[in-house]
Nanobody, 115 residues
Framework: QVQLVESGGGLVQAGGSLRLSCAAS????????RGWYRQAPGKQRELVAT??????NYAESVKGRFTISGDFAKNTMDLQMNSLKPDDTAVYYC??????????WGKGTLVTVSS
């Protein structure tokens, strides 16, 4: 089973940018999709972006502002976040989804966007 560690969160002003990274270690065999999710205070965890077979998928709320990328030979995945809004404030989680249905999560990294 893979272990995931996120980094890159922090405090940024509205309109600014941050880049999150996710480092994977352990067994990455059989992972068929990776992604970023977020959970804001008092809300459910929601999809931000995923990538599978080289094809990205984005939540409508982040399209045009966020870019997901991965160097799976190095077992890393990034999320470039531009034009950040206060509504983007959340804990961001890295996810690995195995083809047989198991999900593995990182512990999360906090992103705070001030107005």
């Amino acid at each position: 089973q893979v272990q995931l560690v996120e980094s890159g969160g922090g405090l940024v002003q509205a309109g600014g940018s941050l880049r999150l990274s996710c480092a994977a270690s352990g067994s990455v065999f059989s992972i068929n999709r990776r992604g970023w999710y977020r959970q804001a205070p008092g809300k459910q965890r929601e999809l931000v972006a995923t990538i599978a077979g080289g094809s990205p998928n984005y939540a409508e709320s982040v399209k045009g502002r966020f870019t997901i990328s991965g160097d799976f030979a190095k077992n890393t995945m990034d999320l470039q976040m531009n034009s950040l809004k206060p509504d983007d404030t959340a804990v961001y989680y890295c996810n690995a989804h195995y083809y047989y249905g198991m999900d593995v999560w990182g512990k999360g990294t906090l992103v705070t966007v001030s107005s």
